[in-house]
């Protein structure tokens, strides 16, 4: 089946710790993109790459950082740097200018 | 102000009421979406709509361009349609702008 998964579902972080999402899809969609979600807030976009070994900061960079080595995956690095990373995390794929397919979502939570 | 305001924020309904869910915009878009997002988290795209109106199954979407608005409509609405339902415009290129999304409760 054609989709694209996030894993873990749920993470957890130390103080001072990085930690990598993952996300994968299968759609051979050339964009991908990381949003946050907080409670009572929008969607907003971390970073969103439209095509492979290159990317782009959206709104909210600061603290994150991702890699597109591959079509199929896009992962998110959340460093020691993002003070507040407690958030609710979602990739999605698209084709160019076409509707975006989203992943299930990877929970973060700091210890 | 939001780019993208959503309204009302949150909404109960008995099941088969006609449910609207409304939308406005600050920018010039290319395209708006409609999106559900379920209690676990997951979002499925509904609609992506430019212009005129979409019908898929129960669920109904309007856009009004030069108004800047969009209407998301149920028809007979049931239990299963309770989710947060966002609406988010495409201003330049792929990005989107999302709303702060609506909650439907619909009760049996």
């Known amino acids: 089946d054609g989709g694209i998964t996030q894993s873990p579902k749920y993470l957890f972080r130390k103080e001072g710790q990085n930690v990598t999402l993952s996300c994968e899809q299968n759609l051979n969609h050339d964009a991908m993109y990381w949003y946050r979600q907080d409670p009572g807030q929008g969607l907003r976009l971390i970073y969103y790459?439209?095509?492979?070994?290159?990317?782009q900061k959206g709104d909210i960079a600061e603290g994150y950082s991702v890699s597109r080595e591959k079509k199929e995956s896009f992962p998110l690095t959340v460093t020691s740097a993002q003070k507040n990373p407690t958030a609710f995390y979602l990739c999605?794929?698209?084709?160019?200018?076409?509707?975006?397919?989203f992943g299930p979502g990877t929970r973060l939570l700091v210890l | 102000k939001n780019e993208v305001e959503q309204s009302p924020q949150n909404l109960t309904a008995q099941e088969g009421e006609f449910i609207t869910i409304n939308c406005s915009y600050s920018?010039?878009?290319?395209?708006l979406h409609w999106l559900q997002q379920h209690p676990g988290g997951g979002i499925v795209s509904l609609f992506m709509l430019s212009s005129g109106k979409k019908k898929h199954g129960r669920l109904i979407a309007t856009i009004n361009i030069q108004e800047k608005h969009s209407s998301l409509h149920i028809t007979a609405s049931h239990p299963r349609d309770s989710a947060v339902y966002i609406c988010a415009v495409e201003a330049s290129g792929s990005r989107l702008t999302f709303g702060e999304g609506t909650q439907l409760t619909v009760n049996p």
């Open positions: 920018v010039g878009i290319s395209a």
């Open positions: 790459s439209q095509i492979v070994n290159d990317f």
């Open positions: 999605a794929s698209s084709r160019h200018l076409e509707t975006q397919y």
